[in-house]
């Protein structure tokens, strides 16, 4: 995601799931137009640099979230579909330490399965 007015408003307006390590933030467009599967959502990765001083390490926390996110985004996809609303949010990592995969996978599925809840009437 990189529009700036997106981005100001996420934050302004958005609501908050914490599973932690991550921090997810949402805003919902209801009554989206007819779309493309591509895009029903848009996400903002993070990283903060606060907590990890090394470029490598915030990369390597981003990509890590990208792929997990790839690999288990259908159920969102479809929610949205099926409810005709487009989803713009961030995944912010809070945690002190680098996560493996495994732990960052079943996080990001439990958050996931949190927000899909939360669209669904």
Known sequence: MCSLKKIEALYQNGRLIKVFPLRVLYLLEENAPEMEASEVFQVLFSAPKRRFKRAHDRNYIKRLMREVLRKNKTALMTTLQQNNKKLVFS???VADERPNYQLLEQ???KALDQ???EINP
């Open 91 to 93: 995944l912010t990592f």
């Open 107 to 109: 996080k990001l599925c």
């Open 115 to 117: 927000l899909i809840k």
